[in-house]
Structure formats: structure tokens, C-alpha cells
């Protein structure tokens, strides 16, 4: 393990508290990232020193809070490589950045007998959206398939591409299977038959250096509480172009520039997109998680997580019974695993009486569970707090609960 991530652990308050009387094994990265001192610091500092609206008051404090909010904005543009500052969109977070583009793109730009391209490894905020879109315009989803080895099967997706295809919309890193996609080549065979793409970053933007332009992604999304920042807050990446030509997903204040009786105006992205008072203190947060990872540095994390990773899935090798889930080389931090005859829920429980919080049930990836025939798997998942030492707890751990389960 890389040393200065060893000692990075005291960053994380949570890691120093006792659950079911052990110290805590937080192996939960992909439902959420524990916070580092950075970024709480940051909120609790908002609130008692800055707390004002934005981009409308004229005083001292609005004007810093403006200043903070529009700076996140520029921390998120830099990190991700986007070309200027209106392709950031502050949102809820990744569900609500899809939503806003099956929306307002969807509404606009799709017709009857267009088609949507999803794949089998989606999490339902990348299917339901565009479920709901379909059936209001008649749209059809297509699906590329997820093959034995848990990788898409590329080949499926150029036979069900076509001059009709007007979407495609897929995961990078997959939040079961943790295979990370070849989004590059998706991107550019989708552009061959001029459909747009939309990346779901949620996962990959914790370990992997993003860079949109080199991408050439037309959307990009991911939520800040998985990147070791806050809850409520996400972002839309959009190229200019197609966010400037979509009409608003909410409306009210700060989005307009006029407003009378008949009609109102519309500011330009990304204001026209953050209808209302944005969660500033989430934004600005993000900006110091962001901030936080940078300074570690994506390649380190990745460099640990893999180890870590490949770690734990040889010591889940050894375990009579485990069945991995999913074998793509190219993965970095999360495994899935199901065990022999033996419920996960009831393993997941026993692992939380030793103070090891894993996650099971379906993931919200139902279709991926039914393509693999299961109901759900248990999955482990790192972030850059995590040790080899957690892992070793959670084997151990593990081996104890299938022996008084089996
Ligand atoms: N996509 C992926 C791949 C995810 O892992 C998640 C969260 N588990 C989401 C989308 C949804 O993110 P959020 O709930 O933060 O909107």
C-alpha cells in the first residue's frame, strides 16, 4: 500500500468510531464515500461564517458565497477537462443530472420510433429515466448485453446501432460488477451514426482521471458524495452546443431574465438549468473534495484501490463456496460475490455485528440480476481509507459467517 494513503485514514473521522463494539471496516465506497475532514470542515465553515444567497444579493456576504459557488464551478470544469464553465451544471446529483437530460434533450429532440441504447449493466437511474421518456414519445430501448466475464459485448452493441439511434446512455464503471467500460469506443461508434452519449461517471470519477474533451462525451454525470463530498449534490456535464439548445428542466428564480404576464426569458447554461437557490454549500464542498482527491491524486488512488482490489478477490478465491461475480480485468474497486446455498442479507448481518459494513440485495441493477439469475450478491467496495488490514477483518469475518451459516 502506497505509505501516505496508510496515514490519510486519520482524515476520516468516521474511521475512528466503534460499530457493534469493533472498530468500523467501511468496505461501502460505491453506495457512498466517507468524508474527510476537508470537506466537512468546509460545510460546517460555510454555515458559520458565509451562509448568504447567491448571484442576487448585494452585500458582502452574497457576493463571497457567489464568488465560492461560481469558484466549485471552475474546480469541477478543471477536474473533469471541461472546455468552459457553462458545461458544469449543479444538480442533485447523478439521478437528477440523467432525469434533466431525458428531459429537456429527450422532449425536444426525440420522436416516434427513435431508439435509446442502454446496457444490462445500468443502475436504475440510468434506465428508469428513459423508461418514462419512451413511453410518453414511443421511443424503443435497445440493450447491449452483458457477456459471462461481466464485460459488454461491444460486438451486440455495433449490430443494435443504427441511423435511428438518437441516444446512447452507459455506465463507465459498473457499481456491481466494477468493470469499466471501453466508453471511448462506445463513444465514437454512437457519433458514427450521429447519436449523443451520456456517460454515467458515478463510480469511475472516485478513481480514474476524466477528461471530457478527450472523451468527446456530449453528457457526463456523476454525484459529489460518492467523490468523498457531500449528500444533494451533483453535476451535469453538457457540451455548449446541446445545453444552450435545450429548454429548462425546472423553472422559477434565478433562471430568467425577464418575466412578464405573457412571457419569460431565459438566462444561457448552465443558469438556466439551476432553477431556485442551489445547495451552495454542497458546491462548494465538492470543490474541496475535489480539492482533496487532487491532491492524493487520482493515480495513486487508483494504484491502491487495484491493489487492494486484487487482494481481495485472491483471499475470496480461497473461501469454499464464494462465487465472484464477473471477472473483467479492467476493474479497480468493487467486487460482487454471491456464497453457495447461503443468503447474503444474512451474511451482510452477521459482517455488521463484527463492525464490517458491506452492501447486498439487488443494487439497484435489477435487469443485471436477472440477466445473472440471481436475486441479489453481497459487494465489497474501496475507497482511499481503506487498508489491507480492513480487508483481512472482513475474510475473516466472512469465513466465520458462512461456517455458522452453512
Ligand atoms: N449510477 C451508478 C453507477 C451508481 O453507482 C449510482 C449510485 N449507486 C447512481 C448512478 C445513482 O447515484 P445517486 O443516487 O447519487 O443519484
Same mark, same amino acid.
Given at each position: 500500500?502506497?505509505?501516505?494513503?496508510?496515514?490519510?485514514?486519520?482524515?476520516?473521522?468516521?474511521?475512528?468510531?466503534?460499530?457493534?463494539?469493533?472498530?468500523?471496516?467501511?468496505?461501502?465506497?460505491?453506495?457512498?464515500?466517507?468524508?474527510?475532514?476537508?470537506?466537512?470542515? &468546509?460545510?460546517?465553515?460555510?454555515?458559520?461564517?458565509?451562509? %448568504?444567497?447567491?448571484?442576487? $444579493? @448585494?452585500?458582502? /456576504?452574497? +457576493?463571497? #458565497?457567489?464568488?465560492?459557488?461560481?469558484?466549485?464551478?471552475?474546480?469541477?470544469?478543471?477536474?473533469?477537462?471541461?472546455?468552459?464553465?457553462?458545461?458544469?451544471?449543479?444538480?442533485?446529483?447523478?439521478?437528477?443530472?440523467?432525469?434533466?437530460?431525458?428531459?429537456?434533450?429527450?422532449?425536444?429532440?426525440?420522436?416516434?420510433?427513435?431508439?435509446?441504447?442502454?446496457?444490462?449493466?445500468?443502475?436504475?437511474?440510468?434506465?428508469?429515466?428513459?423508461?418514462?421518456?419512451?413511453?410518453?414519445?414511443?421511443?424503443?430501448?435497445?440493450?447491449?448485453?452483458?457477456?459471462?466475464?461481466?464485460?459488454?459485448?461491444?460486438?451486440?452493441?455495433?449490430?443494435?446501432?443504427?441511423?435511428?439511434?438518437?441516444?446512447?446512455?452507459?455506465?463507465?464503471?459498473?457499481?456491481?460488477?466494477? &468493470?469499466?467500460?471501453?466508453?471511448?469506443?462506445?463513444?465514437? %461508434?454512437?457519433?458514427?451514426? $450521429? @447519436?449523443?452519449? /451520456?456517460? +454515467?461517471? #458515478?463510480?469511475?470519477?472516485?478513481?480514474?482521471?476524466?477528461?471530457?474533451?478527450?472523451?468527446?462525451?456530449?453528457?457526463?454525470?456523476?454525484?459529489?458524495?460518492?467523490?468523498?463530498?457531500?449528500?444533494?449534490?451533483?453535476?451535469?456535464?453538457?457540451?455548449?452546443?446541446?445545453?444552450?439548445?435545450?429548454?429548462?428542466?425546472?423553472?422559477?428564480?434565478?433562471?430568467?431574465?425577464?418575466?412578464?404576464?405573457?412571457?419569460?426569458?431565459?438566462?444561457?447554461?448552465?443558469?438556466?438549468?439551476?432553477?431556485?437557490?442551489?445547495?451552495?454549500?454542497?458546491?462548494?464542498?465538492?470543490?474541496?473534495?475535489?480539492?482533496?482527491?487532487?491532491?492524493?491524486?487520482?493515480?495513486?488512488?487508483?494504484?491502491?484501490?487495484?491493489?487492494?482490489?486484487?487482494?481481495?478477490?485472491?483471499?475470496?478465491?480461497?473461501?469454499?463456496?464464494?462465487?465472484?461475480?464477473?471477472?473483467?480485468?479492467?476493474?479497480?474497486?468493487?467486487?460482487?460475490?454471491?456464497?453457495?446455498?447461503?443468503?447474503?442479507?444474512?451474511?451482510?448481518?452477521?459482517?455488521?455485528?463484527?463492525?464490517?459494513?458491506?452492501?447486498?440485495?439487488?443494487?439497484?441493477?435489477?435487469?443485471?440480476?436477472?440477466?445473472?439469475?440471481?436475486?441479489?450478491?453481497?459487494?465489497?467496495?474501496?475507497?482511499?481509507?481503506?487498508?489491507?488490514?480492513?480487508?483481512?477483518?472482513?475474510?475473516?469475518?466472512?469465513?466465520?459467517?458462512?461456517?455458522?451459516?452453512?
Amino acid at each position: 500500500m502506497i505509505k501516505e494513503i496508510c496515514q490519510l485514514r486519520s482524515d476520516f473521522p468516521a474511521l475512528g468510531q466503534l460499530v457493534s463494539g469493533q472498530p468500523l471496516v467501511y468496505l461501502d465506497h460505491a453506495a457512498t464515500s466517507l468524508k474527510p475532514l476537508a470537506v466537512i470542515e &468546509t460545510i460546517d465553515h460555510f454555515y458559520r461564517h458565509e451562509t %448568504a444567497n447567491v448571484h442576487r $444579493g @448585494a452585500h458582502y /456576504l452574497s +457576493d463571497k #458565497a457567489t464568488q465560492k459557488y461560481e469558484d466549485a464551478r471552475t474546480l469541477v470544469k478543471n477536474f473533469i477537462n471541461a472546455e468552459n464553465n457553462s458545461e458544469i451544471v449543479f444538480t442533485k446529483g447523478t439521478t437528477e443530472s440523467i432525469n434533466l437530460v431525458a428531459q429537456a434533450y429527450g422532449d425536444e429532440y426525440l420522436n416516434p420510433g427513435d431508439e435509446i441504447i442502454l446496457t444490462e449493466m445500468e443502475h436504475h437511474s440510468n434506465i428508469v429515466p428513459w423508461q418514462i421518456l419512451a413511453k410518453r414519445k414511443k421511443l424503443t430501448v435497445k440493450w447491449v448485453p452483458v457477456t459471462e466475464s461481466g464485460e459488454l459485448d461491444l460486438n451486440e452493441f455495433k449490430n443494435i446501432l443504427n441511423e435511428k439511434t438518437k441516444i446512447v446512455s452507459v455506465v463507465h464503471c459498473s457499481n456491481v460488477l466494477g &468493470t469499466v467500460n471501453n466508453i471511448k469506443a462506445i463513444i465514437s %461508434a454512437a457519433h458514427n451514426v $450521429g @447519436a449523443k452519449v /451520456l456517460v +454515467d461517471a #458515478a463510480q469511475s470519477v472516485t478513481f480514474m482521471p476524466i477528461d471530457v474533451q478527450d472523451l468527446n462525451c456530449d453528457f457526463l454525470v456523476f454525484s459529489a458524495h460518492k467523490l468523498y463530498g457531500p449528500f444533494g449534490t451533483g453535476v451535469l456535464f453538457g457540451k455548449s452546443e446541446l445545453l444552450n439548445a435545450m429548454p429548462p428542466y425546472q423553472s422559477g428564480g434565478s433562471m430568467i431574465t425577464s418575466v412578464s404576464k405573457d412571457e419569460s426569458l431565459f438566462l444561457g447554461a448552465p443558469q438556466k438549468f439551476e432553477a431556485g437557490t442551489p445547495n451552495v454549500s454542497g458546491a462548494i464542498a465538492l470543490g474541496a473534495a475535489i480539492k482533496y482527491v487532487e491532491k492524493i491524486g487520482l493515480a495513486n488512488i487508483c494504484a491502491h484501490e487495484t491493489e487492494l482490489l486484487q487482494y481481495t478477490i485472491s483471499e475470496l478465491n480461497k473461501i469454499n463456496g464464494v462465487r465472484i461475480i464477473g471477472n473483467s480485468s479492467s476493474r479497480v474497486n468493487i467486487v460482487s460475490f454471491v456464497t453457495d446455498g447461503i443468503h447474503g442479507a444474512d451474511i451482510g448481518q452477521i459482517l455488521d455485528q463484527q463492525g464490517v459494513a458491506i452492501r447486498t440485495g439487488h443494487h439497484c441493477a435489477q435487469p443485471l440480476m436477472n440477466k445473472l439469475k440471481l436475486t441479489g450478491t453481497m459487494r465489497v467496495s474501496l475507497g482511499v481509507y481503506n487498508s489491507r488490514e480492513d480487508v483481512d477483518i472482513f475474510i475473516r469475518s466472512l469465513n466465520k459467517a458462512v461456517e455458522m451459516l452453512s
